[in-house]
């Protein structure tokens, strides 16, 4: 096809997509990509408007369901400004290409899509994009240091957004970490656990998926059990977040300190990841190393602070400290440790987590329903 004739195509596809908004975008100017993402749009049963250039994709960036963005095109999205939105994926082929990550957190993309290997993946998100459906908010929580309070601040969350009448969904997602069921007390809960998903790859239905996690304290919660299964996939936990992000309006994941391919997912995903260390040096200079390993892989890191502070050092002189901004600090709470022991969830009664909770929340939650988000 002549460059004439692309951009003709290019141009018609434009206007149509100002009548029918529930089109997916691609963004290339690669013509054997885009052809190839034609041919897997014919296999899912949807139309793609294709524009070549990043800055003719402002017109027709904020109302497409996905947004599949070449790598020929990503720094060129950055620098004409396009604002960061939901469902966007960089697609490439070059596998030993690490930039493309950078490019594609600068882009905001929930995804790297490599071709040919993730073919099975993009027919599934392409035919996903039908349904235009909201999406509900995704935050991760990562500690700063071992017992850092990670998990305690995710079950809060969780518990903040029943709070707002929010359907919730907390993914543990962290295999070292015992299982976040029992932080709940409802490790005899009935429902699938991560060796039951283990193998999930492509499209995950969200209303199965909900149907068949455990509840507690109508909190869905999907946990490890205590087996030996020790790492979920990529694959696997790219489709249950993309599931639960459909059947959730609030889906809070539990990360381990230690980077793997199904946290880089997560962190991807991600609308909001906080960072949680205790007020001491030595939990800086370990939040530090953390935070390196990550700040590349997700659009939002923030740190909380967790009181008392032996060395009187104040949070937002931690926060300093780390280069990131502070999200908030909560004091300490009497008999949170003893509670913990009895299975009684933190953050669901009333007190500094529950209060700290809820403002984080409240917070992520109007970033995204301001103008331009």
């Given at each position: 096809m002549?460059?004439?004739?692309?951009?003709?195509?290019?141009?018609?596809?434009?206007?149509?997509?100002?009548?029918?908004?529930?089109?997916?975008?691609?963004?290339?100017?690669d013509e054997g990509l885009v052809d190839d993402l034609l041919r897997l749009a014919s296999a899912a049963s949807v139309e793609?408007?294709?524009?070549?250039?990043?800055?003719?994709?402002?017109?027709?960036?904020?109302?497409?369901?996905?947004?599949?963005?070449?790598?020929?095109?990503?720094?060129?999205?950055?620098?004409?400004?396009?604002?960061?939105?939901?469902?966007?994926?960089?697609?490439?082929r070059a596998l030993d290409d690490p930039a493309i990550w950078q490019r594609a957190?600068?882009?905001?993309?929930?995804?790297?899509?490599?071709?040919?290997?993730?073919?099975?993946?993009?027919?599934?998100?392409?035919?996903?994009?039908?349904?235009?459906?909201?999406?509900?908010?995704?935050?991760?929580?990562?500690?700063?240091?071992?017992?850092?309070?990670a998990t305690t601040l995710a079950a809060a969350l969780a518990f903040a957004g029943l709070r707002r009448r929010m359907r919730t969904l907390l993914v543990d997602a962290d295999p070292l970490g015992g299982g976040i069921d029992l932080v709940l007390g409802g490790e005899d809960a009935p429902g699938l656990r991560w060796p039951d998903l283990a193998s999930a790859r492509g499209r995950v239905a969200p209303s199965a998926l909900s149907a068949s996690l455990p509840e507690v304290d109508a909190l869905t919660v999907l946990s490890w059990d205590r087996g030996d299964l020790l790492e979920v996939g990529a694959d696997a936990i790219s489709s249950v977040l993309a599931a639960g992000a459909k059947a959730a309006d609030l889906v809070v994941v539990d990360l381990p300190r230690r980077t793997d391919p199904a946290a880089e997912v997560a962190l991807a995903m991600a609308d909001r990841c906080f960072l949680v260390l205790p007020a001491e040096l030595r939990a800086i200079a370990s939040a530090g190393r953390v935070a390196s390993g990550i700040a590349g892989l997700t659009s939002d890191l923030r740190v909380v602070v967790r009181g008392p502070a032996p060395s009187a050092l104040d949070a937002e002189v931690v926060a300093q400290a780390l280069g990131l901004p502070l999200a908030g600090r909560c004091?300490?709470?009497?008999?949170?440790?003893?509670?913990?022991?009895?299975?009684?969830?933190?953050?669901?009664?009333?007190?500094?987590?529950?209060?700290?909770?809820?403002?984080?929340?409240?917070?992520?939650?109007?970033?995204?329903?301001?103008p331009g988000s």
């Amino acid at each position: 096809m002549s460059d004439i004739a692309r951009s003709d195509t290019a141009r018609s596809q434009m206007a149509a997509v100002s009548e029918d908004p529930g089109r997916t975008l691609v963004v290339s100017a690669d013509e054997g990509l885009v052809d190839d993402l034609l041919r897997l749009a014919s296999a899912a049963s949807v139309e793609l408007v294709v524009v070549p250039e990043a800055g003719a994709a402002r017109g027709t960036w904020g109302g497409a369901p996905l947004v599949l963005v070449g790598d020929d095109q990503a720094a060129a999205v950055i620098d004409v400004g396009l604002p960061r939105r939901r469902g966007v994926v960089v697609v490439g082929r070059a596998l030993d290409d690490p930039a493309i990550w950078q490019r594609a957190v600068s882009v905001g993309a929930e995804q790297v899509a490599f071709l040919p290997e993730a073919e099975g993946w993009l027919v599934d998100r392409l035919a996903d994009s039908a349904d235009v459906g909201a999406t509900g908010l995704v935050l991760c929580v990562v500690g700063g240091r071992g017992g850092g309070g990670a998990t305690t601040l995710a079950a809060a969350l969780a518990f903040a957004g029943l709070r707002r009448r929010m359907r919730t969904l907390l993914v543990d997602a962290d295999p070292l970490g015992g299982g976040i069921d029992l932080v709940l007390g409802g490790e005899d809960a009935p429902g699938l656990r991560w060796p039951d998903l283990a193998s999930a790859r492509g499209r995950v239905a969200p209303s199965a998926l909900s149907a068949s996690l455990p509840e507690v304290d109508a909190l869905t919660v999907l946990s490890w059990d205590r087996g030996d299964l020790l790492e979920v996939g990529a694959d696997a936990i790219s489709s249950v977040l993309a599931a639960g992000a459909k059947a959730a309006d609030l889906v809070v994941v539990d990360l381990p300190r230690r980077t793997d391919p199904a946290a880089e997912v997560a962190l991807a995903m991600a609308d909001r990841c906080f960072l949680v260390l205790p007020a001491e040096l030595r939990a800086i200079a370990s939040a530090g190393r953390v935070a390196s390993g990550i700040a590349g892989l997700t659009s939002d890191l923030r740190v909380v602070v967790r009181g008392p502070a032996p060395s009187a050092l104040d949070a937002e002189v931690v926060a300093q400290a780390l280069g990131l901004p502070l999200a908030g600090r909560c004091r300490p709470e009497p008999g949170l440790a003893s509670a913990l022991e009895r299975g009684d969830p933190p953050g669901r009664t009333r007190g500094p987590l529950a209060t700290l909770a809820d403002a984080l929340l409240a917070d992520v939650a109007g970033s995204r329903s301001a103008p331009g988000s």
